[in-house]
């Protein structure tokens, strides 16, 4: 079997509504041409993110019923911090709200003014956090991320140790708080960091004094790919990949909203108890108690319970299908799209699908603004809006300009991916009457979020 059938049954259904066209041309317009500023109500089959919307299995419902909602000491707190030592092997665990609030905590600890950290490409949150705290992001990803079709590449994600060692060199080691590797990295594509690069980065890091943070957001998909496609895995558990690649990180942020199969919940883990006790000291500022971390107590043991089933090899199987799957019918199609197929969503590459369009205007953000217009599928920009301005006030203008179809787990059908398939196709066949944008409201950070926009 080519694609993995669904690990699951269905045992309770959400209805879904779709717009008609005049008024999915109206809700988009009071958006401002910003798919985030939809109302979910108007939206038929929402890939906006994978974040925070998986289904939970049965298990985790109950789980739910056991929330011990104790301001202090919470027992689904101890299962939650025993989930993430067993799994990751990590010593100390600090819950937070999601992943953000771990990156500040982190940040505020580590970063200071005039330092910089190395990550492989950047993340919008991840990023905004070090530069409030005064650090600069350096991105030392292999050239190829950057290139949307270079699907010979299995390991897009990997850091390049030249770039790394160079910029060691350059600022001093003592200026470089941690490096951040992404396992996998979300904006390149999902795209996998390999086991052997992982070790790499460890060796060269330790030679020098470096903390190696992992944001392990989708760390269970990045674990499937090393199973699939790096020499000497094949034979292993998901779960004894998972040990070995946490063996080569010193800590960790996580968003629980992605693989901990969760609607809400993050957390920051590590082994040096002298950053456990200054990151104790900040979450009660920011999140609450060092035993809930802004999460319910019933938030945590759907979190706990959740990270223990994307183990299994099934599941991740699955979820990885159902993206190979629907990025193959673009493939089938003509329709450019990131390559090789990452890990949480397909990425249409807007570049080489609007030529006419310069990255100026915006081409993703029109994208994923024609793809609603054409099927009420929500979809997300990933591009020079998502990148931002630098400290100077200059967009970035990224070489990766792309629109997100992320794939929530366990939650559509391969029908529901036929139509999106169908909808995609549709858009491409009339590509060139498409227009661009320019903003009418630009917010000054994390701009994509609430920016509104008119066409030219
Ligand atoms: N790191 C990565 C790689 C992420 O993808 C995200 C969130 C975060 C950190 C921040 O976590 O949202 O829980 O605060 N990504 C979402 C997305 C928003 O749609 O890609 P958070």
Redesign the pocket.
Known sequence: MKYMPEPYKVKMVEPLRILPKEERIEAIKRAGYNTFLLNSRDVYIDLL???GTNAMSDRQWAGLMMGDEAYAGSENFYHLQKTVQDIMGFKYVVPTH????A?NLLSQILVKPNTYIPGNMY?T??RAHQEMNGGTFVDVIIDEAHISDKEDVLFKGNIDIKKYEDLINKVGAENIPYICV?VTV?LAGGQPVSMQNLREVHALSKKHGIRVMF?C??YVENAYFIKVREKGYADKSIAEIVKEMFSYADGA?M?G??DGIVNMG?FLAMNEEDLYFKATSLVVVYEGMPSYGGMSGRDMEAFAIGLKEALDFNYIKHRVSQVEYLGNKLIEAGVPIVRPIGGHAVFLDARAFLPHIPQSEYPAQVLAAEIFIESGVRT?ERGNISAGRNKEGKEYFPKLELVRL?IPRRVYSYAHLDYVAEAIIATYKRRDEIKGLKFTYEPPVLRFFTGRFEHI
């Open positions: 993110t994978d974040s999601q992943g953000r609030g990156e993340f949150t991840t992404g979300n944001d957001t989708r942020t968003s909203k992605k993050g997300m992320t």
